[in-house]
Structure formats: C-alpha cells, structure tokens
C-alpha cells in the first residue's frame, strides 16, 4: 500500500520560498500522478499543482508561475518549489498521489494516498 509523508513547511516572509517534498513508500511513484493541494484555516481544501506519471503539469491559476512541481522517481519523491510567496498562500499543504491527473484535479484526490500535511506560513 502506497504511502506518503510531507516535509519543508515552515515560516518565510513575503517574497520568499520554500521547497516541499513528499516521500512515497510502499510502492513506486513512476506510475501515479502526484499533487498537492492546501487547505487554509476556514477555507476548503484546494488543489494546488500535480505532475503525471509522464511529467505532464497542472496548476492552479494563482500559483502558475511561482510555484513548481516536480518528481525525481528515483528517489521515490515529488516536490513543490514555491517562490515569490504571498500571505495568501499561508495553508496546510498536503501531497497525494492518485492513478491519473484526472483523479487528482477533477476527483480532488478522492482514492488517492495523502500526507497528513505540513503547515506553510508566510508572513507580511
């Protein structure tokens, strides 16, 4: 059974970046999709960005440009590069793997492996 375990949030100010990872075990990444989505306090959970198996990438539209997702299957690892951070992107962020992209943006993750999440906080 796949699992997976989030580490790199932290406190940064404005304008600062941090980099996320999640760690799969269990099983192989190099046939999933992996994402992450945050859920910030009195909010509902968002999809944030994910990459396919083949490397194809979403994102969602406020963090295209800032933020990256990538995966090294060698290590069994994905990660989410965030740069130029906003007060807003202050949430929980947590990483989920799924079978396809589909299952990760139009299912929200629904049969997908989470994280417990890890909490990013940017200050102004």
């Known amino acids: 059974q796949l699992q997976v375990q989030e580490s790199g949030g932290g406190l940064v100010q404005t304008g600062g970046s941090l980099r996320l990872s999640c760690l799969a075990s269990?099983?192989?990444?190099?046939?999933?999709?992996m994402g992450w989505f945050r859920q910030a306090p009195g909010k509902e959970r968002e999809f944030v960005a994910a990459?396919?198996?083949?490397?194809?990438?979403t994102y969602l539209d406020s963090v295209k440009g800032r933020f990256t997702v990538s995966s090294v299957n060698a290590k069994n690892t994905w990660y989410l590069y965030m740069n130029n951070l906003k007060p807003e992107d202050t949430a929980v962020y947590f990483c989920?793997?799924?079978?396809?992209?589909?299952?990760?943006?139009?299912?929200?993750?629904?049969?997908?492996?989470w994280g417990q999440g890890t909490q990013v906080t940017v200050t102004s």
């Open positions: 989920v793997a799924g079978p396809n992209l589909a299952s990760l943006v139009k299912e929200r993750g629904h049969d997908g492996a």
């Open positions: 269990g099983r192989t990444i190099s046939t999933y999709a």
């Open positions: 990459i396919s198996w083949s490397g194809d990438t």
